[in-house]
């Protein structure tokens, strides 16, 4: 895998080299055995390629690196560790799971240590939905091998053949003499350590026993009962709180500092290093108050609006952009009977996740230790160290289980913020970001401009497709239909706006376009909107899903009301297929568009848990909802205008259809991850349906805030 | 988080800033500011010495480590840090202590019973009705004062009460089943 281009915002994995003889787990952990998974070289390699070097820098591994391992105690508990973080996409559930089902214990029985650099192995990061894919499978194995190591024990212990020995149940059972040993009594009195390769053959799909099905999500009880403690709940001893003036636009310097005022109060201490200023007070109101008596004054210079983004966005086009090719779009479209030639916008929006960004700094004795919610925390670890010019073996990134990313959590900005602090402070600070800093200083969903340019014959066979994303993104950009002729770019653009990654980064973009452009492309045929894709589809994994959706939506027996509209979107993403059918309605006399149904079918390989896929299919339906009908970054000159839930709507209760999904299971293939794709759907099929009820068509994201525009 | 700040133009002084003399007459004039001094909160008489103008939910998360109420916004669009103040739904974010002086104040963390979950609890874990858990206090409070309201109420009746808490993950239609779960068992308690 490569990183995709478009995550403007990461920077490259730091040097790591993992040395088990300096780390003690028996201390922290107790005796027993630990096992670990040397890292595939080629998918080590694969992982760095594009931005990442490590270790010698050639991308190779050196020998001691460890993809996963896990500690299996005298008392049997299991503990697993990984880089990956939890930020509800719930891989804590289904990475237990898979453990489960090759050590053949409990799931209660087992720990997972998740997203702590001084104890878990290094990971590039959370994001490009390769949990399942890659992580899943790595730790198959290293539970695989621990369950091989706990046979050989009991074998010595028994002075029996391995052949006669069941592992069941967190035991190994002698099937012969039914003497059974708990995991806990056969590691008792060990120290032992076991590195295993890659080779290692995890239980096959069709033998699942414990992935494939739903299981609750571990830890639930700490979330219904208010336990559980994000990054902003956490309090350490002497703990102050941060807070951070901010320049008063993008683009603006600082011209004039006093904190004179603010630095006589007792108790508060503040910070300015170049253009960063701060404050830390003992409680957040104290902080608050002295913020507000430093005087800043702040140079500002022009910045694009939002009224000229678009323009600016093809303006400053990459010119040198390289587009993808095969056959000849230009002979293609003089073999079309008709031609469409169509552009496709979308503005900016927001992460907004309901956990602001926050981070808790702490040094000592010359080591710094920050928690934070973040989706790549070795990244953070490297952001530190480089801030402060300090060794990363110095640096300690903590991330509990997070409230939300979406993508938009990759950078450690707050971190840097509260140890900045916390250095010249002397005690730990806890730093959180204001609702509306979250929606100024974060980055955005990048804003695009779409051009399609296409051909058809009469009888619905698409003879040229031509294809340019300005800005966006690539992602998603290349067509899955079965089309000769084929011409496609993306072009950089200058971004007046930070961006970054999103849930499913442009293919959110590129679905809509693509996808309102083939109902385009159908109405000039005269086509079934449906019938013409199956007209241009080889993929049966995408037709698959189109016709799963179909019938349980029962497209064809629809039936046509005024002001009710229906609208159906497929597309493929980072191994998942999905299609979005929904049915609106335009409620009157307001024109509010009202989502009154979806039905999404979704396909990615082998399923882990189907109930959590379930709940992230809903989940990207519901946030999709935003994106497509109302979501917007509204700015000018600078400033965000709506950097407020008041300001920025965000789907609701009331926004939220009847819901319905299709999972198809494919045993044979296997588990790709399930966190984006399912969005990407939701825009076009609402694009579709607003035109089906209405004859507009509505070809800029988003399509209705504040209703219609009849 | 907003706590109420007599300086209610304060983004202007970010620019210009007050003269000292500003700052003595804020200092003092916090000092004879009313004080809070105790709160009931999960029936428990909490000792405390606060301004009153402080948000409850600083006061909550800050001072008495009830750090289930979670901030999402600090303007009560959200509904995260909701609470019940004398049984009734209340956004702690833009609630002051002082206001909430003298009357019982219900937290997540004052739901459970000796270690048994509430039934609305319960009917989250039941129908997954989380990913991320951050909006999940809020919600089931939120929930448990709609049901001490209507016992038994319509889908529409739930999502209309439920419309002022955002799940940004967008577990909404898992939270109208747990709640509907909830209000047939009872849940209003």
Sequence with gaps: ?710 | MQSQSPLACSHLLTVHGPPSWVWQRLAYTSLTMPRVTELNVNGIARKLDIDSERSLLSVLRDELDLTGSKYGCGEGQCGACMVLIAGKPARSCVTTAGSATGKRILTIEGLENNGRLHPMQEAFLKTDALQCGYCTSGMIISGVGLLRDKPKPTDAEIRHAMEGNVCRCGTYPRIVAAIRMAALVGGAR
């Design chain 1, 1 to 710: 895998m490569t990183f995709e281009p478009e995550r403007y915002e990461l920077r490259e994995g730091p040097a790591y080299q993992f040395d088990l003889d300096r780390r003690d787990f028996f201390r922290a952990l107790g005796g027993g055995i630990v096992v670990g998974l040397l890292v595939n070289e080629s998918a080590t390699a694969r992982e760095s390629e594009g931005g990442g070097q490590r270790g010698g820098g050639s991308g190779a591994t050196t020998p001691g690196d460890l993809a996963a391992w896990l500690h299996i105690g005298i008392d049997g508990t299991i503990t697993v560790f990984t880089g990956k973080t939890e930020v509800g996409q719930n891989i804590r559930t289904s990475l237990s799971q898979v453990v489960s089902e090759e050590l053949h214990a409990p799931i209660s029985a087992i720990r997972l240590v998740m997203a702590d650099t001084d104890l878990t192995p290094f990971d590039q990061g959370t994001f490009g939905s390769r949990t399942t894919p890659t992580m899943a499978p790595q730790l198959r194995k290293v539970a695989a091998s621990a369950r091989e190591v706990l046979v050989d024990l009991a074998a010595e212990q028994w002075k029996v053949d391995r052949s006669v020995l069941v592992v069941e149940d967190g035991r190994v059972l002698n099937s012969r003499t039914k003497q059974a040993l708990h995991f806990g009594q056969l590691t008792k009195g060990q120290k032992l350590v076991k590195t295993v390769a890659n080779d290692v053959s995890p239980t096959r799909t069709e033998q699942w026993k414990v992935a494939g099905r739903s299981a609750p999500k571990v830890d639930g009880r700490s979330f219904v009962t208010g336990r559980h403690h994000f990054t902003t709940d956490i309090k350490r001893p002497g703990m102050l709180y941060g807070k951070i003036s901010r320049p008063s636009a993008f683009g603006a310097s600082l011209a004039s500092f006093n904190g004179r005022a603010a630095q006589a109060i007792p108790g508060v201490t503040v910070v300015r290093d170049g253009e960063f200023i701060g404050v830390t007070a003992p409680s957040e109101q104290e902080a608050e108050k002295a913020l507000a008596t430093i005087e800043v004054r702040w140079n500002e210079t022009p910045q694009v609006s939002q009224g000229a983004l678009l323009e600016h966005l093809k303006k400053t086009a990459d010119a040198g952009a390289r587009p993808s090719q095969r056959g000849s779009v230009e002979t293609g479209m003089s073999a079309a009977d008709k031609k469409l030639q169509q552009a496709y916008t979308v503005q900016y929006i927001a992460h907004a996740p309901l956990e602001p960004r926050a981070a808790v700094a702490e040094w000592r004795d010359s080591r710094l230790t920050v928690w934070t919610g973040t989706q790549r925390p070795f990244g953070v670890r490297s952001e530190l160290a480089q801030a402060f010019r300090i060794p990363e073996s110095q640096v300690r990134v903590i991330v509990p289980d997070t409230g939300s990313g979406y993508g938009g959590k990759h950078t450690g900005e707050v971190a840097v913020e509260a140890a900045r602090l916390a250095k010249a402070a002397g005690r730990p600070v806890k730093l959180v970001w204001t609702r509306e800093e979250e929606f100024t200083w974060a980055y955005f969903r990048p804003a695009g401009v779409i051009e399609i340019s296409s051909g058809i014959r009469n009888d619905g066979r698409i003879t040229a497709w031509e294809f340019h994303n300005y800005n966006s993104g690539n992602s998603g950009l290349p067509t899955p239909y079965d089309i000769e002729n084929v011409k496609q770019a993306f072009h950089n653009s200058d971004s007046p706006l930070r961006q970054g990654s999103y849930r499913g980064l442009a293919a959110t973009a590129n679905h809509f376009a693509r996808e309102v452009h083939m109902d385009e492309l159908a109405r000039l045929a005269g086509m079934d909107p449906l019938e013409f894709r199956y007209k241009n589809l080889k993929d049966d994994r995408l037709r698959a899903v189109l016709e799963a959706a179909a019938e349980r939506f029962n497209w064809v027996g629809r039936k046509k009301s005024p002001d009710r509209g229906f609208g159906v979107a497929g597309g493929y993403e980072k191994g998942g297929y999905i299609s979005t059918i929904t049915e609106i309605a335009i409620d009157r006399p307001s024109a509010g568009v009202r989502v009154v149904r979806a039905t999404a079918a979704f396909e990615c390989g082998a399923i882990v848990n189907p109930e959590q896929l379930k709940n992230q299919i809903e989940g990207s339906i519901v946030q999709g909802i935003g994106g497509a009908l109302f979501e917007e970054i509204t700015f000018e000159n600078g400033r965000i205008l709506n950097p407020k839930f008041s300001k920025y709507r965000v789907p609701r209760f009331s926004d939220t259809p009847t819901i319905e999904v299709v999972l198809i299971d494919r045993k044979d293939l296997a588990p790709a991850g399930a966190g984006e794709t399912p969005i990407v759907g939701i825009a076009p099929a609402l694009g579709n349906a607003i035109f089906d009820a209405t004859g507009i068509r509505l070809r800029s994201l988003p399509m209705a805030p504040g209703g219609l525009k009849v």
